[in-house]
């Protein structure tokens, strides 16, 4: 967006001095922290002045607490001048008032649910979307597009288009920013703000250390430019988890000691034949490792749900059951979850395979994801994981993988090797792609 004209097209000093002389020193210094020099009053944007009001003045701004709300007052006659009126009502709103005289108690939680509120019913504040979910922390290219994002709502705040507050105003505001992440920009060379956004996470999320793990990550960003098609053979390699669903369906009481029934655990044997050591019977799911890992995820994902000695279907898992391609992404989103030990190695343990593209001897694989996320996770005592710790990770990954039918065992010769399937490549570049994009939390 351009700069919105205005009623007034006065340079900046005339504007002060109709004000009388202490107003328009407060008025001048709120400026000069909210514009570069000899920038317009038009180029400031609601969003940049609801966090001055609302957070910068009033904790970084060192005056007494009567000056700093004679400081919005000031900036309210200079906008009344200028003719921006929206700007002028928001420095005179009870709420900015209310504000600053909030943040001046010893307790800044109150304050912050308060601010936080009004910034989400402000009508500018981009929305997460089905498209995009903005991170705690941003960079810069998240940073620039979340600001071009809100001038886009601005703009149809300033047409009349969006009302906040007005019924199904946070729809418009959806369709508004997924209209203007998508769209192709000149200055972006034909990109979008959203491909921006996604290389900068991707770049972000490989340059993590060790170096071990930046290399092998690295060289996986150039493919994973694009959408990655759900394959084909999605609905028979999730068979097993849609089975487990199926099973559970309305409510499966478990045993007192809080496992799936035998029965269930002794039919999901003799349907998939997980277990088959000669002289051993299946008793519960702990004899079957992989039927433990896919109960484990169905609620890790929120598609099983529990209550007292009862688990149950969700009404995510009811559409997922309906939906092959949403249930694919769920399993993997979850495999290769983004902040965690587990996803963290899988996506390791996948990068290692996607790279080579070719049979990989196992102990390379955990080689590779033990000295991949070495310095990363402590234990619950406070002490770091050694390499070893990348024995567990990837076994974990290579259950899953093994039971979704993404990865072929070789065991003959010396070495067990793992190579991907074609399901399994794209369960891998699927998942490399969700985790490199997921919103940043920490700095």
Known sequence: MGERTSTCDQPLETLLADLN???????????????????PLT????IELQEFLWYQLPLKWLAETSVLHEVAWSLADLFTAAGLERYAALCRAPLTHLLLDAWQDNDHEPARRTMKKAVRSSGVDPPDTSLLSWGLVLGVAEQSARRRVSQALEQAIDAGELVAGERGWKKLAARITEISLAMRRLDLRGGTLLQAIHREREESWAAGYPEVRRDVLTQM?????????????????????????????DGTSLTQAGWLPRALVLEANDTFGWFDLFGHTVRTETDLPELASLNELGRRAGLI??????????????????????????AVADVFSAGTFEGEGAALAAATLLRANMPVPYPTVEAKVGAGLVGRWRTLSG??????????????????????????????????TWTLTSPGRQAALMGLQLQARTPRKHV
Request: charged share 25%.
């Open 221 to 249: 960003l150039p493919l994973l430019d694009g959408e990655v098609a759900v394959p084909v053979a999605a609905s028979e390699s999730l068979k097993p988890l849609r089975w487990l669903l199926e099973q559970v369906g």
């Open 383 to 416: 002490e770091a994981l050694e390499e070893w710790s990348g024995l567990d990770a990837t076994r974990e990954f290579g259950l899953l993988a093994n039971v979704f039918g993404w990865i072929e065992h070789d065991n003959r010769g010396q070495a067990k």
């Open 305 to 330: 749900t529990k209550r007292g000695r009862k688990v149950s279907v969700s009404s995510k898992g009811r559409e997922a059951l309906g939906d092959p391609s949403l249930l694919w992404r769920i």
């Open 21 to 39: 002389p202490s107003s328009a020193d407060l008025a001048r210094a709120a400026v000069d922290w909210l514009l570069p020099e000899g920038a």
């Open 43 to 46: 180029q400031l944007g609601q």
